[in-house]
C-alpha cells in the first residue's frame, strides 16, 4: 500500500556535507549541521525551444533541468561558512581566549557539497529533500544589524551528480512513513 498523502510544516533540520572526492562525491563525515535554518528552498526550471510551422506550434524540447537553491538562518559555525564558501579555518589561543579565524582569499574557489533538509509531516512522518552537488553562484551575505540576529544567505545551483549511485540526479525528494533523522 502506497504512503499517505503528506503534510510537511515548517524546517526541522538542514544539514550539509563536504566532499573529500568532488569527482566521487563521497562524503566527508561528519555533517555539519546548521543549527538555526530558517530557509532551504529549491526551484526546478527548464528552457524550452518551440518548433512552429505553418501557423502552428507543432512541440516543444526541453533543454535539460537546471536547479537553484537558497539557504538562510543563523548560528553558522566557521565550519560552515569554510563549507560554503571555501576558505582556510585558523585556531589558535587556549580556553578561556580560543579563538577561530576564518580566511577567505579572492584566489579560493567556492567547493560543491550536498545539502538535505527535513520537514516533519502532519501525519506523523518527515520529507526529506536531498540535493547531491551544490556550489554557492550567488552573493553571500552576512548580516549584522542592531536589534536582530546575525543571519547568513547564499544561494547557488545545483549541478547533475557524479556519484555512480545517484549519477545525474540533481535533487531527490524522499517520503518517510516514520520521522527518519538526517544521517
Not at 52 to 57: H, I, M, N, Y
Request: proline share 4%; glycine share 10%; aromatic share 10%.
Amino acid at each position: 500500500m502506497p504512503l499517505t498523502t503528506a503534510y510537511p510544516f515548517g524546517l526541522r533540520d538542514v544539514k550539509l556535507s563536504s566532499f573529500t572526492n568532488a569527482t566521487t562525491e563521497t562524503p566527508a563525515t561528519p555533517t555539519i549541521d546548521l543549527p538555526a535554518a530558517r530557509v532551504f528552498t529549491f526551484t526546478e526550471a527548464e528552457e524550452y525551444e518551440t518548433l512552429t510551422g505553418d501557423d502552428k506550434t507543432i512541440t516543444t524540447r526541453g533543454k535539460g533541468a537546471t536547479l537553484t537553491w537558497e539557504l538562510e538562518g543563523g548560528g553558522y559555525s566557521a565550519d560552515v561558512v569554510k563549507l560554503i564558501v571555501g576558505g582556510t579555518l585558523t585556531d589558535g589561543g587556549t580556553a578561556p581566549a580560543q579563538t577561530r579565524k576564518l580566511r577567505k582569499l579572492a584566489t579560493d574557489s567556492r567547493p560543491f557539497f550536498k545539502v538535505e533538509g527535513q520537514s516533519m509531516s502532519d501525519n506523523g512522518g518527515d520529507v526529506h529533500g536531498v540535493i547531491y552537488r551544490c556550489r554557492a553562484t550567488g552573493d553571500f551575505e552576512m548580516h549584522f544589524e542592531q536589534g536582530t540576529w546575525f543571519l547568513t544567505n547564499i544561494s547557488g545551483e545545483a549541478f547533475p551528480s557524479l556519484a555512480a549511485t545517484t549519477v545525474d540526479a540533481l535533487y531527490e525528494i524522499t517520503y518517510n512513513e516514520t520521522i527518519t533523522a538526517i544521517t
